[in-house]
C-alpha cells in the first residue's frame, strides 16, 4: 500500500520504514531509498559485514546533509530536514535482511507551500498596498478592497472576515501564481464607521495562515445647522448687543463653522466665540446690528474639514427695531432682552405615575413682544423644528410620547421648550 506524509516547507519530515527482520536472530543487510521512478538509490544503509551500529551512510549529493536514517528506538526511516518543494513525491523503501526475504514500502510525501505574500489595496489609492487605519471616506461612498495573494502551493483559499464572521471566500482572479479576492461596499453607512476587514490565506492547517487588515475611517457632513433664534427671523435693537449661537450636529471630524451676509460675504468685525461638545460644533456671536442691518439675511454654515465641498446651511433674517424703522406695533420700549418661557405637565400627569407607553402632553407658556415666529423643542438634548404646533395665544402646545421604555425601568427623560 501507498501511505501519505504531508509536510511544509521548511519543516523536517520521517518518511516510515520498517527495518525490524520479521524473524529472531535475523539482521539488516542492507537498506535502500529510491525517488520516484528513479533506478538508482538517493540513500543507502549499508550493514554488510558489520554490525548495524557500525553500517555505512550515503546519501546523493543534491540531498547533502539534510538527510540521515533513524534505526534506534522509537519511529524508523528517513528523515529529510528543511524540505523544500522539490523533495515532493514518491519515495520506495526497500530493505534487505541476511536470511529473511526483501521487503519493499512506498510512501507519497506532499510538500505544502504556503503562500509567500499578502497585501491589500483599495480602488482610491490607485491600487497602492494599505493596512491600518485607512480614508477617511465619505458617506455613500463606493469602496472596493482587494486582497492579493503571490504564491502558494496548493492555491490558497483568500478570505475576508469581520469580528470572526466570513464576509466572503470567493476569489475573482487566479494565475499560476496569483488568487486576488475583492470585497466591496456599493455605499459606506455610518455602521461602516472603525469597521475592521481581516484579509487571511491560507492552503494547510499545518501552519497559521498569513493575514493583514484594515480599519474604515470615514467622515461625515453635518446632518444639521441652525442659528439658535427665532424660527427663521431675529429680532433685534440697533447698537444692542446680542449673542447669536449656530450650532452644527453630527460631522465628522467637527463642522468649522462661518457666518456670511446676505452679499455672501464673511461677516467681519464681530467676537466670535468656538467650541465643539460632543458631535455638536457651536459658535457664539456677539452681534452688534446697525439700523441698515434690517432685513438682511444672516447666513451660518458648517462644514467638515474633510468634506469641503459639503456644506451645510441656515438663515435668519434680521428683524433690526430703531426710532427710524417701519416696523408698525413695535417700538424699543417694548422689546425685552429676551422671551420669558414657563414649561409646565400636561393637565391630570404626574411623573411619578407614568408607564411605558404613556402620552405625555407638555406645555409651554411663552411671554415675547413681538409675538415669537416659532417655538423649538429638544428631547434629550436633540432639537427638533416644530412646525405643527398648537398655538393659543402666547401659549404653545406639544405632544410627546413615551416608547420602548422598559416598565421596570423609566431612564431620566429631559424634554426643552
Not at 2 to 11: Q, S
Request: net charge negative; aromatic share 8%; proline share 6%.
Amino acid at each position: 500500500p501507498l501511505a501519505e506524509i504531508v509536510g511544509v516547507v521548511g519543516d523536517n519530515i520521517l518518511l516510515p520504514c520498517d527495518i525490524e527482520p520479521p524473524i529472531l536472530n535475523d539482521s539488516i543487510h542492507l537498506v535502500l531509498f529510491y525517488k520516484s521512478e528513479r533506478g538508482t538509490p538517493i540513500y543507502s544503509l549499508d550493514a554488510r559485514s558489520v554490525s548495524l551500529s557500525e553500517a555505512r551512510h550515503w546519501a546523493e549529493k543534491d540531498l547533502g546533509n539534510r538527510v540521515y536514517m533513524t534505526i534506534g528506538k522509537g519511529d524508523k526511516g528517513l528523515v529529510l530536514e528543511d524540505l523544500t518543494a522539490e523533495d515532493g513525491g514518491e519515495y520506495r523503501c526497500r530493505v534487505d535482511f541476511l536470511e529473511s526475504p526483501t521487503r519493499y514500502s512506498r510512501v507519497n510525501l506532499k510538500v505544502i507551500v504556503p503562500p509567500a505574500s499578502l497585501r491589500i489595496s483599495s480602488d482610491l489609492e490607485a491600487g497602492l498596498s494599505i493596512s491600518g487605519v485607512v480614508g477617511p471616506y465619505a458617506e455613500g461612498t463606493r469602496l472596493v478592497f482587494s486582497c492579493q495573494v503571490i504564491g502558494g502551493n496548493p492555491r490558497p483559499e483568500v478570505t475576508w472576515w469581520h469580528e470572526g464572521s466570513l464576509l466572503d471566500d470567493i476569489s475573482e482572479i487566479k494565475t499560476e501564481q496569483l488568487t486576488r479576492n475583492a470585497l466591496t461596499f456599493p455605499a459606506l453607512s455610518k455602521q461602516d464607521l472603525y469597521k475592521t476587514l481581516t484579509c487571511q490565506a491560507s492552503n494547510t492547517d499545518l501552519v497559521a495562515p498569513i493575514s493583514a487588515r484594515v480599519t474604515i475611517d470615514m467622515a461625515f457632513a453635518p446632518e444639521w445647522v441652525r442659528i439658535d433664534d427665532g424660527y427663521g427671523q431675529i429680532t433685534m435693537a440697533e447698537g444692542i448687543t446680542r449673542r447669536l449661537v449656530c450650532e452644527a450636529y453630527g460631522a465628522r471630524p467637527p463642522a468649522i463653522i462661518s457666518w456670511w451676509t446676505s452679499a455672501g460675504q464673511p461677516l467681519v468685525g464681530h467676537q466670535e466665540i468656538k467650541e465643539v461638545v460632543g458631535n455638536i460644533s457651536r459658535s457664539t456671536l456677539l452681534f452688534t446690528p446697525d439700523a441698515e442691518d434690517d432685513g438682511a439675511i444672516l447666513t451660518c454654515t458648517g462644514v467638515s474639514p474633510s468634506l469641503p465641498d459639503e456644506v451645510v446651511s441656515n438663515f435668519s433674517k434680521l428683524f433690526i427695531l430703531s426710532e427710524t424703522s417701519n416696523h408698525k406695533n413695535v417700538s424699543l420700549s417694548t422689546f425685552p432682552d429676551k422671551p420669558r418661557l414657563r414649561l409646565l405637565l400636561g393637565e391630570g400627569l404626574s411623573l411619578e405615575d407614568l408607564e411605558e407607553g404613556d402620552e405625555i402632553h407638555f406645555k409651554c407658556e411663552v411671554d415675547a413682544k413681538p409675538v415669537v415666529t416659532g417655538v423649538q423643542w429638544a428631547h434629550n438634548a436633540r432639537y427638533r423644528y416644530v412646525q405643527n404646533y398648537i398655538h393659543r395665544g402666547s401659549i404653545h402646545f406639544y405632544k410627546h410620547t413615551l416608547i420602548n421604555i422598559p416598565h421596570t425601568l423609566l431612564p431620566t427623560q429631559t424634554t426643552t421648550c
